[in-house]
């Protein structure tokens, strides 16, 4: 057992091990193909409170509709509803074509890559703000959706996880080289090894720094384990 990532050289090895597996692991998913910052950013739209297996389809279908900002922010409100019609939660629909609007206007077509400046978009929280601006852009910021608050709250073995603590460990730990990479792997490890119930740590690339394992507990932490981001 390693114990808790710390130090440069603990940090290195735990970015190691997670983006090692990840890059042996990785779901193909066709938003990690061909990305631009508007692909990434219609990924996160739909992703929230909406499993993987049901966005694909719908961002398939929506990318062959809308392929770029121009195009959704020419688009008649009703057509975009329609298109996003059977994803329910329709005011993501919503915000994501005030966002195209925005962007054309305000910025030129041209999505921007601060995470603050990308947070006065509408519907962008704080969570799609840190994963647009590392995926699309590469800066190093977390990205802490309800899965990775999952992977942080037993990696510390805390119970009840205050945010503001998660995400101080989650820009700790983000890989200044991949931070992109870094934040969709520890997503993944939520969603397909640490899952709430019945995780895999037999599997898990960094159980070795996993305090909850270390104290027999992971099947209790967190005690709320509530989504932003199905997985």
């Known amino acids: 057992m390693k114990g808790p990532a710390r130090g440069p050289e603990g940090v290195a090895a735990f970015r190691g091990a997670l983006l090692a597996h990840f890059d042996r692991n990785r779901r193909a ?25 049901t966005v694909v389809p719908y961002y398939e279908r929506w990318m062959r509709r809308f392929p770029d900002w121009d195009a959704l922010a020419g688009a008649e409100p009703d057509d975009v509803i329609l298109e996003w019609k059977g994803l329910g939660y329709y005011a993501r629909a919503r915000n994501l074509h005030r966002t195209a ?18 947070r006065t978009l509408p519907g962008v929280g704080e969570y799609t703000a840190g994963a647009v601006a590392s995926i699309a852009f590469g800066r190093a910021v977390p990205a802490v959706d309800g899965n990775v608050k999952r992977v942080l709250a037993r990696l510390l073995d805390l119970e009840r996880p205050a945010a503001g603590r998660l995400r101080r460990e989650a820009a700790r730990l983000v890989d200044p080289n991949r931070p992109g990479d870094f934040n969709e792997a520890m997503m993944e490890l939520g969603a397909m090894v640490c899952a709430p119930r019945s995780p895999r740590c037999a599997e ?3 159980a070795g720094w996993c305090r909850a394992r270390m104290a027999g507990t ?4 967190p005690m709320d384990s509530g989504r932003r981001r199905a997985s």
């Open 29 to 53: 998913l066709p938003w990690r193909v061909g990305r631009t910052p508007y692909r990434v950013m219609v990924s996160e739209f739909m992703l929230q409170q909406t499993r993987v297996e």
């Open 101 to 118: 609007l925005a962007v054309r206007e305000r910025y030129g077509g041209r999505l921007p890559a601060d995470p603050e400046e990308l």
């Open 204 to 206: 898990c690339p960094v």
């Open 218 to 221: 992971v099947g209790e932490r």
